[in-house]
């Protein structure tokens, strides 16, 4: 069972991961290139080009912080009917009797809610752990980031009793 755990987060990290920071490279470069052609499009030498890199470097954690939010709400549905080590997460009706097949994310509303909150204490917890140790001083996105990744470790161990509309199935 704790290898469908590990395997289970090894997929969310990487997917949440991979669509942040597509995200809000894409973002970046949007607000970077809408500067330039707002300045007129100055011809690109090496001044102009290091310009252009400390804006978009600029604009990349913000872009993150918005693009993480995205991410996190995206990546829950991909987490289900995927069968992992002979396990797979399984999402109910809202009576519980029946299972859904194809998941929506209308249908993943409440249940990212609850494992949201759940992910907001883990992280704080965290953070409280942080501050003690000394890590404050450098806090910043990516280390928010990095906690959020570890969160969701436990996050998946803990959802299927903190949430009843899910399920750990054997297939």
């Known amino acids: 069972m704790s290898r469908f755990y590990f395997f289970l987060w090894i997929k969310w990290a990487i997917r949440v991961s991979t669509c942040s920071i597509v995200i809000a490279s894409i973002l970046s470069l949007f607000i970077t290139l809408y500067m330039y052609i707002s300045q007129s499009t100055p011809n690109l030498n090496i001044d102009v080009i290091n310009a252009l890199w400390q804006i978009f470097y600029f604009w990349f954690p913000l872009t993150l912080s918005m693009a993480l939010l995205l991410a996190l ?12 080590q002979g396990y797979e997460l399984k999402l109910n009706s809202c009576d519980g009797k029946q299972q859904i097949e194809v998941i929506g994310y209308g249908d993943l509303v409440k249940v990212w809610r609850r494992w949201f909150m759940l992910m907001i204490w883990l992280v704080g ?8 140790i000394g890590i404050s001083e450098w806090f910043d996105i990516y280390f928010l980031f990095l906690f959020i990744l570890l969160a969701g470790y436990l996050s998946f161990v803990l959802l299927a009793g903190r949430c009843k509309r899910v399920r750990i199935v054997k297939c």
């Open 73 to 84: 709400f995206r990546s829950i549905k991909y987490i289900f009917n995927v069968p992992i």
């Open 125 to 132: 917890v965290q953070m409280v752990i942080a501050v003690v």
